[in-house]
């Protein structure tokens, strides 16, 4: 295969001007083009150098020297535009096991990543760590790319990553260091989301009014409990030991912070350590906590109340007192918002049970009373998904009173509430007809359940009024809760597109440090969605950059196929031009390089 070159257009050339009065000769590089408007050739600067007599001390013959600063510019220019005629045989094979394709549209990762400040942070900290002969930043960079890009095992990323340039020569570390560095990782959890946190917050401009709280897990498909790994109640309602995770974010969906604990621990116990860590150490001072019921205990209220802090909880209703039941079914005081939804809120002084500590380490309950804002809300759509899940369930409950001894307890979750006369054998777990009598629908609890139909309650210690007035209306207040759907997002992508599970490790220490690429896989993700206005999914943005590829057409020439309105809008937010068909190599590594160095968002 061969290239023949042909170049044409515009160059430039050394200006010299003398000065009719003193006679000093200036230089400046100028360049001749075409002005189409005004139908003749025009020069324009490129850039003014100097006087000859200034410039002699510096430069033996200045003239001389800047002709061929010129020549080189004029040569440079000539290979960047130039024209290629590519011959090739039609017969020529592929070499074997001939892989010449790359990623390229992984450089916004790794523009993102410097920006973060993680490459100089490990750094320095492995300077501290003599023994570590490998790169922990260069490890790090790779498992972030694959699992935004293509998630896999660790063995695995290590076999692919080759498609990308940074990483073409397999020899900068082993597998095994790959391994060893996650537990170098792990000892850095907290420091580095303290880090990042302080980017971002440099770099954006983050609002900290409004914390995000919710908790999620991941299963193991292992059988047997460890240290980390324990049996709990999944989300996915899975048998299996879980992993608990914790995330933080802020009202935008940007992760704050994250925390791994035991699948046996109970969620509740870890909204206020995470307070109390950003209140300290992350700057989170008027603040105001949005969580899901789980987090609606006594104790976190109690806490955030004394803490002076600001909570937004979702309420049971069909667990909560006969005072909010009552409320909420009496139709006095509602506001309609057309013909589907309505609303209305009142003070209520709630009596609430906390523990506090005995002086000999073990706990006793006090109740406290707490001043606080409760808001209904009616929904038409709202009631219409409970009665589709509730006719759902009833069906399967039906099937259960047919042939109870066909279902374990984990295969009746969720409906087991409807049916009368049903026991589990504790043993075993399945399902059989209690002694007193045959099973049947409980009539009494379904009709209970169908007065609640569309409604959803709030409660917050929030109120509309001194400072505060005409800030925290209703309507706020609920949207304030609805912004949790991001955090549920975000649990999305780490459980889909980042495929944070399967998890092939055992170590604690190696299983929080895939968790902490995943979070700040995450992150990346995020900003990518930031800095392109959040017009597009997670999913578009990681296949655009997953398309943005390129092949070795021969020589020293790449050839790009791909380019989309998503691959534009990245384009232009990171200032990398992906609209190029072909890139020389050198023009590449340059590019990479370029985003390596540090820069602060526009």
């Not at 590449?588 to 602060?600: E, H, L, W």
């Amino acid at each position: 295969m061969s290239y023949l070159i042909g170049v044409g257009g515009s160059s430039m050339y050394l200006k010299k001007t003398t000065n009719k009065n003193t006679g000093r000769i200036h230089l400046s590089i100028a360049e001749g083009y075409w002005d189409k408007e005004r139908g003749h050739s025009r020069t324009k600067t490129v850039e003014s150098i100097g006087y000859v007599d200034e410039l002699i001390d510096k430069y033996e013959n200045p003239i001389a020297h800047f002709q061929r600063v010129v020549e080189e510019m004029n040569q440079q220019g000539e290979l960047e535009s130039a024209e290629y005629t590519i011959r090739a045989r039609k017969d020529q094979k592929l070499e074997e096991n001939a892989d010449s394709r790359r990623n390229y549209g992984y450089i916004v990762i790794m523009k993102l990543y410097y920006e973060l400040g993680l490459d100089s942070f490990l750094r320095n900290r492995q300077r501290r760590e003599s023994k570590i002969e490998y790169s922990t930043s260069s490890i790090m960079k790779m498992l972030i790319v694959n699992r935004i890009l293509a998630p896999s095992s660790k063995s695995k990323a290590y076999e692919e990553m080759g498609k990308y340039f940074d990483f073409e020569n397999k020899g900068i570390f082993e597998l095994h260091d790959v391994y060893r560095a996650l537990s170098f990782y792990a000892k850095l959890e907290k420091e580095i989301q303290l880090l990042i946190h302080k980017r971002i917050k440099e770099n954006y401009g983050r609002n900290l009014d409004l914390i995000y709280y919710d908790v999620t897990n991941y299963y193991f498909e292992i059988d047997i409990e460890d240290e980390i790994r324990k049996k709990g109640v999944s989300k996915e309602h899975r048998p299996n030991p879980i992993v608990q995770l914790g995330l933080a974010t802020d009202a935008e969906g940007l992760p704050i912070s994250y925390e791994v604990f035991p699948g046996n621990e109970s969620e509740k116990l870890h909204l206020r350590p995470t307070i109390s860590e950003l209140y300290r150490k992350y700057g989170c001072r008027k603040i105001i906590v949005v969580a899901d019921s789980a987090q609606n205990t006594g104790n976190n209220v109690h806490y955030i109340d004394q803490a002076k802090l600001g909570y937004v909880f979702s309420q049971s209703i069909r667990g909560g007192s006969k005072s909010l039941k009552d409320y909420v079914v009496d139709e006095e005081g509602y506001k309609w918002l057309g013909e589907d939804y309505k609303w209305k809120s009142r003070v209520e002084r709630r009596k609430i049970k906390v523990d506090f500590d005995n002086s000999d380490g073990t706990t006793y309950k006090k109740d406290v009373y707490v001043d606080q804002r409760q808001i209904v809300f009616y929904s038409t759509k709202y009631a219409e998904r409970s009665r589709a899940l509730r006719e759902a369930a009833l069906k399967k409950a039906i099937g259960i009173i047919e042939t109870p001894h066909e279902y374990t307890r984990a295969m009746a979750r969720g409906v087991l509430k409807y049916i009368m006369n049903i026991e589990v054998d504790k043993e075993t777990g399945e399902l059989k007809e209690a002694a007193k009598g045959n099973p049947s629908l409980d009539i009494d609890v379904i009709r209970e359940e169908e007065k609640y139909d569309g409604y959803y309650a709030i409660v917050t210690n929030v109120f509309d009024e001194g400072e505060d007035k005409g800030r925290f209306s209703d309507g706020q207040i609920i949207e304030i809760y609805r912004g949790l759907w991001r955090i549920e997002e975000s649990f999305g992508i780490t459980k889909g597109d980042l495929e944070t599970r399967p998890i092939y490790l055992s170590l604690k220490d190696r299983i929080e440090a895939h968790f902490m690429i995943c979070y700040l896989s995450l992150v990346i993700v995020r900003l990518m969605q930031k800095r392109t206005n959040f017009k597009h999914s997670p999913e578009r943005l990681i296949e655009a950059l997953n398309n943005i590829s390129c092949s070795h057409e021969g020589g020293n020439l790449y050839l790009f196929n791909y380019r989309s309105d998503v691959a534009d809008d990245i384009s232009e937010a990171f200032a990398v031009d992906f609209s190029m068909q072909r890139l020389t190599r050198k023009e590449i590594k340059k590019n990479i390089g370029d985003v390596k160095k540090p820069s602060i968002p526009q």
